[in-house]
């Protein structure tokens, strides 16, 4: 697939979900201290300055210690798609806290939120640390259920090794879209 052809996908998956959040009616969010939560998210990222591209699939699990601030862990697949070199895979598992902003709409239909995060990326022939920061936007469709979109920006402890290639990269931009659940 040609990078304009996925960057067309991103902007009509993006839109797609914000028509779909304003044509829905009732939604709420009544998350509170001991709720739990499941998200499960794909998405790709294209690192810079590099000729590596990724698939990602992203899945956490997350508690909420008051109605705004959550604590999890979260579990992220990739796949690389390197040219002119054999594909490989990353994984990374990774702590996290979020804070998320109340009060912005009504009902709390759109929540914005900010986090960081820090763990390990691994594969088959490497593994270092990472860290970094998360913004994201959670959208309502009733009290339990919401679809999210989020950015991060992960930063490398040191070079990983990607089969032949090292990525040399400072760190990646990762952008997910997904749905999550509130119990």
Same mark, same amino acid.
């Given at each position: 697939?040609?990078?304009? /052809? !996925?960057?067309?996908? $991103?902007?009509? !998956?993006? @839109?797609?979900? @914000?028509?779909?959040?304003?044509?829905?009616? $009732?939604?709420?969010?009544?998350?509170?201290?001991?709720?739990?939560?499941?998200?499960?998210? *794909? $998405?790709?990222?294209?690192?810079?300055?590099?000729?590596?591209?990724?698939?990602?699939?992203?899945?956490?699990? %997350?508690?909420?210690? +008051?109605?705004?601030?959550? @604590? #999890?862990? #979260?579990?992220?697949?990739?796949? =690389?798609?390197?040219? &002119?070199?054999?594909?490989?895979?990353?994984?990374? /598992?990774?702590?996290?806290v =979020?804070?998320?902003?109340? %009060?912005?709409? +009504?009902?709390?239909?759109?929540?914005?939120?900010?986090?960081?995060?820090?763990?390990?990326?691994? =594969?088959?022939?490497?593994?270092t %640390? /990472?860290a *970094?920061?998360?913004? $994201?936007?959670?959208?309502?469709? &009733?009290?339990?259920?919401? !679809?999210? /979109?989020?950015?991060?920006?992960?930063?490398?402890?040191?070079?990983?090794? !990607? *089969? =032949?290639?090292?990525?040399?990269? &400072? %760190? &990646?931009?990762?952008?997910?879209? #997904?749905? *999550?659940?509130?119990?």
């Amino acid at each position: 697939m040609r990078k304009l /052809t !996925l960057k067309q996908l $991103g902007v009509s !998956l993006s @839109i797609s979900l @914000i028509l779909i959040v304003c044509f829905t009616t $009732g939604s709420y969010a009544l998350q509170s201290a001991g709720n739990k939560e499941i998200q499960l998210s *794909g $998405g790709f990222f294209h690192a810079q300055d590099t000729d590596v591209g990724t698939v990602t699939l992203d899945a956490s699990y %997350g508690y909420y210690l +008051t109605n705004v601030w959550q @604590i #999890g862990i #979260g579990q992220t697949l990739n796949y =690389n798609i390197i040219d &002119n070199e054999s594909d490989t895979w990353t994984a990374s /598992t990774v702590p996290f806290v =979020n804070y998320h902003f109340r %009060g912005l709409s +009504t009902n709390d239909v759109f929540q914005p939120f900010l986090g960081v995060f820090a763990g390990a990326v691994y =594969n088959d022939e490497d593994a270092t %640390g /990472t860290a *970094g920061p998360t913004v $994201g936007l959670k959208a309502f469709l &009733n009290e339990k259920t919401f !679809l999210v /979109t989020k950015y991060r920006y992960e930063w490398f402890f040191n070079e990983i090794e !990607l *089969g =032949n290639v090292t990525d040399t990269s &400072n %760190g &990646n931009h990762v952008v997910t879209l #997904g749905l *999550g659940f509130i119990w």
